[in-house]
């Protein structure tokens, strides 16, 4: 049994006699200790995704899924006051804006404290917090206790959600693009303390990014997001070398390259429609290069290619690459 398990997941937001689909067709597995990545642009499905497993959409989100179970559990089944039972225990989210998480009134210990509180029996629940907060590298954690979040650096304020996220060792950690807002040194050592947890407690990791470098640095599979549509998955190692989708060729090509000087950085053309803008036909055609009549009719089904997945009529040619 797999410890995260969704299947044909879709998910819309219904206005009116209109329905805004953001979510479709998407179909994964996570086991204990798999790093997953999620990379796509802004407006890909990404988040929307991560919030649904958490329980954490809003009551007008319409989720569907054949299956979306999580260690056994049909997530789909649970209300809210079941989903507070598991979301902090059993699987826990480390969110984009810590600076939007926290409570700017409160200490940040005591905000750690909160998830002991609600989940454990813990007698020395200060002790445990302060311990967590040495672990996840934050110095002179007995005085950071009882600070507010804005006398924190982003840095440590990413470092206090982590060690909220993981007190209680939760069997799944979803982190939302936890490093996007960090200088490069400092989202260095939060992707290895990350690794670092997940190997030392096995902890599944599913990390939502729009940078392919930063995936790269972490994860072991990877699926390309866009528009609610998986459009290349696989080994991130494979897809890095030869990417296949032309939308995976493009955020590849967007990583700055220290080598390739006096050059403009390259872009994708055009911009991800807004979801009442959806194109028909392949998701991607109205800003792929190698995109023909058929792209604009038809939308292509994901088809396995060696230990990829792949959504394309076209693959990209290895003297395109």
Do not use: W
């Not at 407006?43 to 979306?68: D, N």
């Not at 311990?131 to 954690?141: C, D, Q, S």
């Amino acid at each position: 049994m797999s410890l995260l398990e969704v299947r044909d997941l879709r998910i819309s937001f219904p206005e009116g006699k209109k329905t805004q689909v953001a979510v479709s067709e998407l179909n994964f597995t996570m086991e204990p200790g798999d790093i997953l990545g999620i990379v796509g642009e802004s407006g890909s499905g990404k988040s929307v995704t991560s919030l649904s497993i958490m329980g954490l959409t809003s009551p007008s989100t319409k989720i569907e899924a054949q299956k979306l179970e999580y260690d056994g559990q049909n997530l789909l089944a649970l209300d809210e006051k079941d989903f507070r039972k598991i979301r902090g225990r059993s699987m826990s989210m480390i969110f984009q804006e810590p600076m939007s998480a926290l409570n700017p009134l409160l200490p940040v210990g005591r905000q750690i404290e909160e998830v002991l509180e609600t989940h454990s029996e813990e007698t020395d629940r200060m002790g445990k917090v302060i311990a967590i907060m040495k672990e996840v590298g934050l110095p002179r954690a007995e005085e950071l206790y009882h600070q507010l979040p804005y006398e924190l650096s982003g840095g440590m304020l990413q470092r206090i959600l982590i060690a909220m996220a993981m007190i209680l060792r939760p069997g799944l950690l979803i982190a939302d693009e936890p490093t996007t807002a960090l200088d490069v040194t400092v989202q260095a050592q939060i992707l290895r303390l990350m690794k670092r947890l997940n190997t030392q407690y096995g902890t599944a990791i599913l990390f939502i990014s729009h940078d392919f470098a930063v995936i790269r640095d972490i994860c072991k599979q990877v699926m390309v997001l866009y528009l609610g549509y998986i459009m290349e998955a696989g080994p991130v190692d494979q897809l890095i070398k030869r990417p296949m989708n032309p939308y995976t060729l493009g955020l590849l090509k967007s990583i700055p390259r220290p080598k390739v000087k006096n050059q403009p950085l390259y872009t994708i053309p055009g911009r991800v429609p807004s979801l009442d803008e959806r194109p028909s036909g392949c998701p991607f055609h109205t800003r792929c290069f190698k995109a023909q009549e058929r792209c604009r009719r038809e939308l292509p089904p994901l088809t396995e290619s060696g230990e990829c997945k792949l959504r394309c009529f076209y693959p990209v040619e290895d003297e395109e690459r």
